[in-house]
């Protein structure tokens, strides 16, 4: 049997929550592209300690975004509580929308495949499986329009989500445009 891992030094420890929370803004703001030098910097410590840490830019992101993935499944848990089908879905779509406005790395993560990074495969696949069922209910209830799939959803969270860097607006309209163009509307 493999023996614990030493807990870190009250320092290292500090230096990595430090880490974490500078990568968790950077990312959010710039994206999974943002510079590692520049999340050394604004957690101050030298980049050595980063990579000692985390060798990896893709450690880090696994750090930070799977944790955040699997709560994004939770919502989806959430949405299956509601009573009514089309409001669960519109929970779910709205919590997702919010999520990825203030975190433009998290929009990257959901659009992005990490090979051998099994901790990511496993949330992203929790979240594929309960928005299936999310939208699966939607449909058998006849809220949402037939043709209305999992990728259609993704791809119009991510657009949404994003409606800030490209206008003036707010998303939470672009996605009442959206939702409007979902439902299924009464003959």
């Given at each position: 049997?493999?023996?614990?891992?030493?807990?870190?030094?009250?320092?290292a420890?500090?230096?990595?929550?430090?880490?974490?929370?500078?990568?968790?803004?950077?990312?959010?703001?710039?994206?999974?592209?943002?510079?590692?030098?520049?999340?050394?910097?604004?957690?101050?410590?030298?980049?050595?300690?980063?990579?000692?840490?985390?060798?990896?830019?893709?450690?880090?992101?696994?750090?930070?975004?799977?944790?955040?993935?699997?709560?994004?499944?939770?919502?989806?848990?959430?949405?299956?509580?509601?009573?009514?089908?089309?409001?669960?879905?519109?929970?779910?779509?709205?919590?997702?929308?919010?999520?990825?406005?203030?975190?433009?790395?998290?929009?990257?993560v959901c659009?992005?495949?990490?090979p051998?990074?099994?901790?990511?495969d496993?949330a992203?696949?929790q979240?594929?499986?309960?928005l299936?069922?999310?939208?699966?209910?939607?449909?058998?209830?006849?809220?949402?329009?037939?043709?209305?799939?999992?990728?259609?959803?993704?791809?119009?969270?991510?657009?949404?989500?994003?409606?800030?860097?490209?206008?003036?607006?707010?998303?939470?309209?672009?996605?009442?445009?959206l939702?409007?163009?979902?439902?299924?509307?009464?003959?």
């Amino acid at each position: 049997m493999a023996a614990e891992p030493r807990p870190l030094r009250r320092d290292a420890q500090r230096n990595r929550e430090l880490l974490l929370a500078a990568a968790r803004d950077v990312f959010g703001e710039k994206g999974l592209d943002a510079p590692l030098e520049e999340i050394a910097r604004k957690a101050g410590v030298a980049i050595g300690t980063l990579y000692n840490r985390f060798p990896s830019r893709t450690a880090l992101i696994e750090e930070i975004f799977a944790e955040v993935i699997e709560k994004w499944a939770e919502i989806g848990e959430e949405a299956l509580k509601f009573e009514d089908a089309w409001e669960g879905f519109t929970h779910f779509v709205e919590r997702t929308c919010e999520m990825q406005s203030v975190d433009r790395g998290l929009s990257e993560v959901c659009v992005m495949t990490f090979p051998g990074v099994p901790r990511i495969d496993r949330a992203k696949s929790q979240v594929w499986e309960v928005l299936g069922r999310v939208i699966g209910r939607a449909h058998e209830e006849g809220g949402l329009r037939a043709d209305f799939t999992a990728e259609d959803l993704i791809v119009a969270v991510v657009s949404t989500s994003r409606v800030g860097e490209f206008s003036l607006g707010d998303w939470r309209r672009h996605l009442g445009f959206l939702l409007d163009g979902c439902r299924v509307q009464a003959p």
